[in-house]
């Protein structure tokens, strides 16, 4: 069965730092990749998404992934935070099931801090 | 806004009872999905309707069940409530079958006591 790792639970950093969540994913074929954002007391939202195409991606509010196919990774990256970025953060994969289905498989979620 | 709606936000009730937790999806999307964030499991995916028919099936207790009506509204039904079906349920919906984004709705706060 395909499953998301997500190895940081809590992560907390001051204003300005650069954060590195990480992902990787249990799927040795095709995968469409996300990051989801929990803002407290809100629904997911996307952050960015890969479906193919440059390894690189950009999502909204300067995040950015990159996919490594090699490690089955897919890691979520921010240059500088801001303490609005405090949220939950979680990767998900969807693992093409040949059309089947669409369907999700979430990691556990990382919970950011960002300390003023 | 994601412009899926579900309702009630918040939903108390005791063990035994049955509850069902109603979504709406965005304008046009004819896939549902149903999932279940609890701090022990996570984010578990329930199950899938795509245009009234189930696609996919998680996790799900034989306990719950869903539907997806004519308008495409679904309906997820839990019965014989535990303690541990506390939880946020949330819908989501998405265009399609194939890749796609799923844009979630703001949950429904289940508690059992």
């Known amino acids: 069965a395909q499953s998301v790792s997500q190895h940081n639970h809590h992560v907390i950093l001051s204003e300005a730092a650069s954060l590195e969540l990480g992902c990787n994913y249990s799927y040795g074929g095709t995968v469409n990749l996300f990051w989801y954002v929990q803002y407290p007391g809100q629904h997911l939202q996307l952050l960015l998404k890969y479906f193919s195409g440059d390894p690189l991606v950009k999502g909204i509010k300067g995040f950015e992934a990159e996919f490594i196919k090699s490690k089955f990774s897919f890691n979520l990256r921010k240059p500088s935070v801001q303490w609005s970025d405090t949220a939950e953060y979680f990767c998900?994969?969807?693992?093409?099931?040949?059309?089947?289905?669409?369907?999700?498989?979430f990691g556990t979620g990382t919970l950011l801090a960002v300390q003023p | 806004d994601s412009g899926v709606t579900q309702t009630p936000k918040h939903l108390i009730t005791a063990t035994g009872q049955r509850v069902t937790l109603r979504c709406s999806p965005r304008s046009g999307d004819l896939s549902v999905y149903w999932y279940q964030q609890s701090l022990d499991q996570g984010l578990q995916f329930l199950i899938q309707y795509y245009n009234g028919e189930e696609r996919a099936k998680g996790n799900i207790l034989e306990r719950f069940s869903a539907q997806q009506f004519p308008d495409l509204h679904s309906e997820l039904n839990l019965s014989s409530l535990e303690l541990g079906d506390s939880a946020l349920y949330f819908c989501a919906s998405s265009e399609t079958l194939l890749g796609g984004e799923l844009f979630f709705g703001e949950g429904s706060r289940l508690t059992v006591l």
């Open positions: 998900a994969v969807n693992a093409g099931y040949g059309g089947a289905t669409n369907k999700l498989i």
